[in-house]
């Protein structure tokens, strides 16, 4: 292929960046690196098919079925396969998500399963050198250190970092491998995306997901967009949303501090100081109950607490909302007209939104807008959230969290006795692989793990200060971007003090140079998911199967297996694998699936059995592009992919939930209601449903969660098997395995876990009504006296936490300018997978921040010349400056997917040879500061502040 010939002119985005492709190619090692040719990276059209060479045309071709490894869309892939060979890619038009559509990402996947910069085979850092090493070398080497760390320290002192990019099956047993290691300190990245969302929404209605669908929401006759950029972070969803505006006369309103793509679609654009959520959302309710616009009815039968809600919404006049937020009654209006005017209407909300000290608060504060509105349990209503990574849902469900086990059950013994049943070993002997000690009252098994988002100061922190024996010692970073995480100058003192770093990845990672070590770093080469299959849940809940595109690259390994190995050396691989077969060092990933069938009775996970899966990935065509129902064939009437909760066993055929608290549905038809896990009564006050309860249900009203004892005093218990009696016999809906009790529930028409009224408020969160408190690093220091941040807390997921003792130090003179950041269409994640793909660092080869002339023009700085961004807490990035309008004067925005050089230090050279990525560039959170949201310890990357100086 030759270089096409193009003029010296360039275009107007290559110009605002200061950098046009040829300089990119000049200064860039694409040219030679690795051995592909600059010319091979260069083609002229990005919709052509991609081919590989030197294939026997005489091979017949394989057509492999799978899912796009980006976004949680989970958009379907037609892969191509001769000879072994991935050798061309469609997206898949019969697909009921994407029906052909593709983003940028999900247009370069081949490239991902033959990227010539993955990792080939295991590594170690010896004397600041890569070297190769075997992988029974690498397995025992890291094996003999962990133990050796485990009899000094303990098992806490070793940290298990999961990944949102594993199966649902890899997932899963990564959380179990944390467990019967003994350590709650295992986590991944939704506690860095969306763990506030799923705190906040489980605690208002029951489940923490999405609880409408990217399909349904062609029914939506209004949507507002907070803190959620569809158009750049989820391009084919918005594609779905442009359907409901041409089709449908759909309303969408913008609220976000930067003018972005999906606000150019909008009907109405509401520019908000980032950190002002529950400000502008009480100053839509406040015009909202002015008009007396809710939802009555709605709120009387199916909502706890709207008249405390009601009472802080009273002290958000337009006035006060335009002081704190900066959004003028007009426009606050006109958003509140639109959306009630327009129903049903569906809130969505990503990172913008969740990524705060206030995030809890500011999902439960969007939720109350929805059960305002009475836009719960319909089609075309709902919260839609949309996930950022490809399985970010489904790990999440699967409990790779340092909070829960799988299926959310807690970490009470309760919880463990359910799993340690379902595991088939003896919950002694689990709970003798934990440390003994009790800290601040309760023991390590019982107590939530360090999350990731604070892994840094589990290293870093005074242990005296910290719930667990001893700081953390090793860690392992097994799918994960670190660069992600914010604190950057802080994440390198804790690397280096670590004793040992094992970076499990397809690549190395930002992790693997960033750590200024010499020694004690491991590069373990994992598959990509397109060399091995199982199941993936995207973001609206529903389970796809994967198929196996290709075999295992170089001499990488699957996850599971990688996990196989290392247990096995570790000592406790017969418990882990009592039940699942191993073949060849790989477990059987049906095995797995089946076994989480087994145990997640909670949000029901238990009727998606591998056939079921399958047979559904099998017949796209089938499901209805709007209902996802099945319209004939093998799956008549099923919802796409059984999404969750999809009840009973397998041979139930429960076809799964579309739209989550339906009442509108009978049960077995996925119909349902609000979620009885709060008890019964508060204050005094009824908790449950009032003349409200899902269709064909024979308990006409409010009831709850349904167990052995409430079967009995139904008269319902003789309807289970002598089997099914054995089995439930002291149990509830949650921990029969037998699935009797939702059986017998729901051929009476009820849902078995009740059926309650959405909470408004929240009795066990810092914040019983959602309250707007300013962030830690506030230019507003006038509004401090009413909207302070909380005081330090001494344990909150076993660290001490600070709050008030940082907001009261005043750095806003010094530091005056705002900052945010977010995603790009062409990235993803911390990006080392895509700025590592040659065809999409085509599209965006600089890191840069976005400033506005005003500010620009008053520091000096011209577009497309080199910054320097220091926040607030010192870390500084040099990066290129973009001087855009999209911002607000005060704002600046940098994206988070770029690393590879740190404070003006250029890391190529640290790579493994042939390793590094095509593009590199300063991570954004090397300059974002301390903040974590007390519910969840979320950090706060959207909003902090900053200083900018020409370079």
């Avoid at 959380?175 to 929404?201: F, P």
Wanted: proline share 5%.
């Amino acid at each position: 292929m030759k270089l096409t010939k193009r003029s010296d002119s360039v275009s107007k985005d290559e110009k605002q960046l200061g950098v046009s492709r040829r300089t990119f190619m000049r200064n860039s090692t694409l040219a030679s690196a690795g051995g592909i040719a600059a010319a091979g990276m260069f083609a002229p059209g990005m919709m052509k098919k991609a081919t590989a060479k030197d294939v026997d045309s005489n091979k017949p071709v394989e057509v492999k079925r799978t899912i796009c490894s980006h976004c949680s869309v989970g958009c379907g892939v037609y892969a191509y396969v001769q000879d072994g060979v991935w050798t061309d890619q469609e997206p898949a038009f019969d697909h009921p998500f994407n029906a052909g559509g593709h983003c940028a990402k999900g247009a370069a996947l081949r490239e991902h399963g033959h990227g010539e910069r993955r990792l080939k085979y295991p590594m170690k850092l010896v004397d600041g050198k890569w070297q190769k090493i075997t992988w029974d070398q690498a397995i025992d080497e890291i094996g003999d250190k962990v133990m050796d760390i485990r009899k000094e320290s303990g098992p806490d002192s070793v940290y298990f970092l999961g990944s949102a990019k594993h199966s649902n099956e890899q997932a899963y047993l990564f959380r179990k491998m944390a467990s019967l290691w003994g350590t709650n300190n295992v986590d991944h990245q939704a506690r860095i995306c969306h763990s506030t969302t799923v705190a906040g929404v489980a605690n208002t209605w029951g489940y923490g997901a999405m609880t409408n669908s990217f399909n349904d929401m062609h029914n939506c006759k209004s949507m507002l967009f907070v803190g959620s950029n569809p158009a750049e972070a989820h391009p084919v969803a918005m594609q779905h949303i442009l359907i409901a505006k041409e089709r449908s006369g759909c309303k969408i309103v913008v609220a976000d501090p930067r003018r972005t793509r999906t606000a150019a679609k909008g009907d109405h654009f509401v520019q908000l100081r980032p950190g002002t959520d529950i400000a502008f959302i009480w100053g839509l309710l406040w015009h909202i109950f002015d008009n007396q616009w809710e939802d009555k009815e709605f709120i009387r039968q199916r909502v706890f607490g709207m008249d405390e809600i009601r009472q802080e919404v009273a002290n958000w006049t337009p006035e006060e909302v335009e002081r704190v937020s900066g959004v003028g009654r007009e426009d606050m209006y006109k958003a509140a007209k639109i959306l009630s005017e327009n129903r049903p209407g569906c809130v969505v909300w990503c990172m913008g939104g969740t990524q705060h000290t206030t995030g809890n608060n500011n999902t439960r504060a969007y939720c109350v807008l929805e059960l305002a509105l009475g836009n719960m349990g319909k089609s075309g209503g709902g919260a839609n959230i949309f996930r950022g990574h490809d399985n970010v849902q489904g790990a999440t469900d699967l409990g790779v969290l340092s909070h829960t086990l799988p299926g959310y059950y807690g970490l009470s013994d309760g919880a463990w006795k359910h799993w340690s049943q379902v595991w088939d070993v003896d919950f002694t002997w689990v709970q003798d692989r934990f440390d003994p000690t009790v800290y601040n009252g309760s023991k390590p098994i019982n107590s939530n793990g360090i999350p990731v988002s604070r892994w840094i100061d589990g290293v870093l922190e005074d242990k005296d200060k910290i719930a667990q024996k001893e700081n953390i010692r090793a860690m392992f970073y097994w799918g994960h971007a670190v660069n992600s995480q914010t604190r950057g100058p802080e994440m390198r003192k804790a690397m280096q003090k670590l004793d040992m770093m094992v970076i499990v990845d397809p690549y190395p990672t930002v992790a693997a140079v960033m750590n200024d070590r010499t020694d004690g770093v491991y590069l373990l080469p994992s598959t990509t998911q397109f060399e091995t299959f199982g199941s993936v849940t995207a973001s609206n809940r529903s389970l796809q199967w994967r198929d196996k595109v290709i075999e295992p690259l170089f001499d990488s390994k699957p996850d599971h297996t990688i996990m196989y190995l290392l247990s096995n050396k570790l000592g406790f691989s017969d418990q882990l694998f009592k039940h699942i077969e191993v073949k060849n060092n790989e477990p059987v990933i049906e095995d797995i699936t089946r076994e989480f069938n087994k145990g997640m009775w909670t949000i029901g996970y238990t009727g998606q059995s591998p056939e079921r899966i399958k047979t559904h990935q099998q017949n796209w065509h089938t499901f209805n592009f709007t209902t996802l129902e099945a319209e004939g064939g093998p799956v008549s009437g099923e919802t796409y992919g059984l999404p969750w909760p999809c009840w009973g066993t397998p041979e139930m055929k429960h076809p799964g939930s579309h739209i989550l608290y339906d009442t509108s549905k009978e049960v077995a038809r996925g119909g349902g209601n609000f979620r009885a896990r709060f008890g019964v009564e508060y204050e005094g006050k009824n908790l449950l449903a009032v003349d409200s309860y899902s269709k064909g249900c024979e308990l006409e009203d409010g009831f709850p969660e349904f167990t052995d004892k409430m079967l009995k005093q139904l008269g319902w218990w003789d309807e289970l098997t002598v089997e099914e009696k054995a089995a439930a016999e002291g149990k509830n809906w949650k921990t029969d395995l037998s699935g009797g009790i939702q059986r017998v529930a729901i051929k009476h028409g009820c849902i078995p876990y009740g059926n309650a009224k959405a909470r408004a408020i929240v009795w066990t969160f810092p914040d019983r009504v959602p309250l707007h408190r300013e962030p830690l690093y506030t230019p507003r220091r006038d509004l401090l006296p009413e909207y302070a941040t909380w005081n330090d807390k001494a344990d909150i997921y076993r660290l001490p936490t600070l709050y008030k003792s940082i907001q009261d130090k005043d750095v806003s003179k010094e530091y005056p300018i705002i900052l945010t950041s977010g995603r790009l269409v062409e990235y993803e994640g911390g990006g080392e997978e895509t700025r590592s793909n040659p065809w999409l660092a085509e599209l965006q080869q600089e890191m840069f921040v976005e400033i506005h002339p005003v500010d620009a023009n008053n520091l000096g700085i011209r577009d497309g010349k080199d910054v320097w961004v220091e926040g607030a807490e010192q870390g500084r990035v040099k990066v290129k400056a973009m001087v855009t309008r999209r911002v607000k004067e005060g704002l600046a925005f940098m994206p988070f997917h770029f690393g590879g050089k740190f404070e003006g230090e250029d890391l190529r050279s640290r790579y493994p040879e042939g390793a590094d990525p095509y593009v590199i560039g300063e991570a954004a959170n090397t300059a974002t500061t301390y903040g974590y949201d007390p519910v969840t310890l979320m950090q706060e990357t959207k909003v902090t502040l900053c200083k900018i100086s020409a370079a």
